[in-house]
């Protein structure tokens, strides 16, 4: 080639989640019957969508007119009926204008940060949804800029941290949260999440708030959307069906913009979204449709509650298994249907694990050496034990631990998993 053809910034495009699913696939050639505890993918795991919901989305599909493409913005029905939703809440008052449709939020997440000027920061929380981060790394080839949860007082955030890196970088435009929290499982209570407006409404930013798993809360939490707690500072929330109806394969999120009547630039920001989707079209047509059939049904309700009772399950006997072990702290969830362990200061060493089978054993020798210390402990858990989960190192924190999903839908084999962990890591650690 006469030139470079990739910016210096392609280094960013790191997605650990699915990067140690390459490997894991290697051991299942070599004869390993791998338990995947990593893809936050509900159906992939086993759930069933409700029949009723999958009739409703078959129905729509009979229609020619479902084939269709939609107006950029979206399908007006489901614009009309979110922004319905979240003005019945009492919180900030929007249109169906200030919704946006995307082909998943994954394409959203992209866009959001594509759009902000390359040297703005939006700063993010540590441990993070790498998606968000490699995004807004990518865009001006930054290092991270995070602000710390911290997982000896629940995964809350740290806002003297916040504060503290607001005032050192003028830079930063926008505070991002994940709210319930992917990896940690936590959740922003009100007066969390005002301090947070706060801090953006003294600074001049805007908040980001990634709402995908805004409906599955447990444990004492509640559906806590940032547009309740705005007030007049601006702001954009992400939301989606993917964890939801379950529809990860559907495709379909949204962005809803709040308050792009009290700041111009945010205002150009969010036109700039917009005109950015138009020169693609549109999203996907069918899952938009189905919104208001499926999200204004009597029984949407009562799916969500009866998910989120699972997930309260799996979460809680997660906890007990792994809050019992020496040399890792683990945190009850309230959101989300992740868990993170994270392994004490100074416990992970070279440490090992017996391999019977020489060939698996060779693999994951040839792997280990010079990695980080929490991937190398997942490497032997899936050369070990079978069981495929996510390094925290992943997701752009300090911390060394790991992180499973609570999808595992037959509970014989979550618990034996569960417990197949435990023995790893207490083997592992002695
Ligand atoms: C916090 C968070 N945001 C966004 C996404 C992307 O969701 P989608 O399926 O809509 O692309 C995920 C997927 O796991 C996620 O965990």
Request: proline share 6%.
């Amino acid at each position: 080639m006469r030139g470079k053809i990739v910016p210096d910034s392609v280094k960013h495009l790191q997605y650990e989640i699915r990067k140690v699913v390459e490997d894991a696939y290697k051991l299942v050639d070599l004869g390993v019957k791998m338990q995947w505890e990593n893809i936050g993918d509900p159906i992939g795991t086993g759930e069933q969508v409700a029949p009723w919901i999958r009739e409703a989305i078959a129905n729509i599909a009979a229609e020619n007119s479902s084939w269709a493409y939609s107006p950029t913005r979206g399908v007006k029905a489901a614009r009309d009926f979110i922004a319905h939703t979240v003005n019945a809440r009492g919180g900030v008052q929007i249109t169906a204008d200030d919704i946006l449709f995307f082909n998943g939020l994954g394409d959203a997440v992209n866009k959001v940060y594509q759009l902000i000027r390359p040297e703005a920061r939006v700063i993010m929380p540590s441990p993070c949804y790498s998606t968000h981060l490699s995004s807004e790394i990518m865009r001006g080839d930054h290092a991270p800029l995070t602000f710390r949860l911290d997982h000896r007082n629940d995964w809350q955030p740290d806002l003297a941290d916040l504060r503290k890196k607001i005032a050192q970088h003028p830079e930063i435009v926008a505070i991002m949260l994940i709210n319930p929290d992917n990896p940690t499982g936590m959740t922003y209570d009100r007066e969390m999440l005002e301090e947070i407006v706060s801090i953006a409404r003294d600074n001049g930013l805007f908040v980001i708030s990634d709402e995908v798993y805004q409906q599955i809360t447990f444990n004492g939490a509640q559906p806590l959307p940032i547009a309740d707690v705005l007030g007049d500072v601006p702001g954009l929330a992400l939301r989606g069906i993917s964890k939801e109806y379950p529809w990860p394969g559907g495709r379909c999120g949204w962005l809803e913009f709040y308050n792009t009547g009290k700041d111009a630039d945010f205002a150009l920001y969010a036109d700039s979204l917009f005109k950015a989707k138009m020169m693609e079209v549109c999203a996907t047509t069918l899952p938009q449709l189905s919104i208001p059939v499926v999200m204004g049904d009597s029984r949407y309700q009562e799916n969500l509650d009866k998910r989120a009772k699972i997930f309260e399950k799996r979460a809680n006997d997660a906890y007990d298994f792994f809050n019992a072990i020496d040399g890792v702290t683990a945190n009850r969830p309230r959101g989300a249907f992740y868990f993170t362990v994270v392994f004490d200061d100074g416990v992970l060493r070279e440490n090992t694990l017996p391999i019977a089978d020489p060939k698996v054993r060779d693999f994951i020798e040839a792997k280990v050496p010079g990695m980080i210390s929490d991937k190398r402990f997942v490497y032997y858990l899936m050369g070990a034990y079978g069981i495929c989960v996510t390094p925290l190192s992943g997701f752009h924190t300090e911390l060394r631990g790991f992180r499973i999903t609570l999808l595992q839908n037959d509970d014989a084999t979550r618990l034996a998993n569960l417990e197949k962990m435990k023995q790893a890591i207490e083997a592992y650690l002695a």
